[in-house]
């Protein structure tokens, strides 16, 4: 297992913007997020506005000019936008053509029309799972509802033994899976592998998300028995569609990207020669970039052009993808420059010297700094940015398969114990019509389960290989 390591960091390490000592940037690091939470929580200020001035305030208490904070932070906000926000946007385009064409109505009816009532909590897993690949985790939620109350209602189903199942499969996508917008940031912040990073957050998902799905959902259904709220059950997209594109092509569809990715890491091991032509051309297909531009395209025609779609109809929906993704991507943006403040504060060389004579795994390392972001912020995305930012460092020795094992790490903290604090835990209240108490010992304590299992599992990992 990868140790903590305090050998020279790469020779392009730039010296830090402030010569504060540990004592002075540990309350630093420690007062700029309690600005980001206090924002956050208390006077309810939009995360993007949050974490400028967490970032400004973070520089400001470890004694750094002001000018070379403001540097920092716009050079981080900026790699970190031209380093995912292309993928973020292709996503979100992906996303929308899947629900505006139906093509998420035909993969979730299909499945559901095969599986009886013991088998209905395994299927909304994969349901959840299969359409949460491509969508934003507050999406997806949207998209899944209908079906989980439809089934819930139908079936004489415990929402709780429909609900708890797809929130899982969405949750652990959302955690552990590029491209989806944290782990994809980690990716490019500790310099891993992408298509090592997805293999093994596949290898980490499966049994992660069967534990904290159908078999916690038997637990929930017990301590929570509420009906389906038949107020929060919305018309679905597909009821004013003539037509809808087939279960084969959507799913060819969704899992288009995914596959690219893989084969480029599959070949990457394989062939191991940068020279060798198939590896260049598997390098150039299975870049996320060129992967989900060639899923958005493909999508155009076997989603959008079976459902009806003029070309006038598709431009309309790519834009209107495109139109909510603005807050996300400066969040994102956002937490990059709160992540390169810490870097040039010299918060990852204090985080080495500190740690020399611990022999705590770097692995739990990184997830307890995710956990205490989490829990700090209430946001996944923040807290795995952040956390990425603080053990970057630590990947300098890493081996390929450890660096994606610590994105996973960041990864599985990240989503750990949702509360009062996230965005997310009031929607699972508000949609199932949940009190807080119940939605404490429902989502929250799943989102934990996947946390800790997810973890568990990675360390375990980094122990065969």
């Known amino acids: 297992m990868t140790r903590l390591s305090v050998e020279t960091l790469a020779a392009d390490t730039v010296a830090p913007i402030t010569s504060a000592g540990h004592a002075q940037l540990g309350i630093a690091v420690l007062a700029g997020i309690a600005v980001i939470v206090l924002l956050i929580t208390r006077f309810k200020l939009h995360a993007f506005l949050a974490l400028t001035i967490g970032s400004l305030a973070l520089g400001a208490f470890a004694g750094a000019p002001l000018d070379k904070v403001i540097t920092s932070f716009s050079a981080g906000l900026g790699s970190t936008v031209a380093g995912v926000g292309v993928l973020i946007a292709l996503g979100a385009i992906l996303g929308k053509l899947l629900a505006d064409s139906g093509g998420a109505d035909q993969i979730v009816d299909t499945i559901l029309a095969k599986a009886g009532p013991r088998s209905m909590p395994w299927a909304m897993v994969l349901i959840a799972s299969v359409i949460g690949l491509p969508l934003f985790f507050e999406v997806g939620i949207v998209l899944l509802i209908p079906v989980v109350l439809m089934v819930a209602r139908r079936g004489n189903y415990s929402l709780m033994r429909i609900g708890i199942p797809a929130l899982a499969g969405l949750s652990v996508m959302h955690g552990l899976i590029p491209p989806h917008p944290g782990p994809l940031v980690a990716v490019d912040a500790v310099k891993a592998n992408l298509g090592v990073t997805l293999a093994l957050g596949v290898l980490v998902a499966v049994p992660t998300v069967i534990i904290a799905g159908p078999l916690f959902s038997r637990v929930a259904a017990r301590w929570v028995d509420v009906p389906a709220p038949e107020r929060m059950l919305p018309d679905r997209a597909s009821e004013e569609l003539e037509h809808r594109p087939g279960f084969g092509a959507t799913l060819t569809t969704i899992l288009l990207p995914v596959v690219l990715m893989l084969s480029k890491a599959l070949v990457d091991i394989v062939v191991d020669d940068p020279a060798n032509t198939a590896q260049r051309v598997f390098d150039v297909i299975g870049s996320p970039l060129i992967a989900l531009l060639v899923a958005v395209l493909v999508g155009i025609f076997t989603l959008g052009r079976p459902a009806g779609f003029t070309k006038e109809r598709i431009s309309r929906t ?117 009190s807080v108490g119940q939605t404490v010992r429902t989502w929250s304590l799943m989102e934990t389960i996947i946390s800790v299992v997810a973890g568990g599992l990675i360390l375990l990992l980094s122990l065969v290989i």
């Open 318 to 434: 790519v834009e209107k993808g495109l139109m909510p993704i603005a807050g996300i991507m400066l969040i994102v943006g956002a937490g990059g420059g709160f992540k390169q403040t810490l870097i040039d504060c010299g918060v990852g060389q204090m985080i080495l010297d500190i740690s020399k004579d611990w022999s705590i795994p770097a692995l739990l390392l990184a997830w307890l700094i995710a956990v205490a972001i989490r829990l700090a912020t209430g946001s996944a995305t923040v807290a795995t940015i952040s956390a990425a930012g603080l053990v970057a460092p630590l990947a300098a020795d890493m081996s390929t398969a450890h660096t994606a094992l610590l994105v996973l790490a960041i990864g599985a903290g990240s989503v750990f114990f949702s509360h009062v604090n996230d965005a997310g835990f009031w929607l699972v209240k508000e949609y199932f019509g949940l």
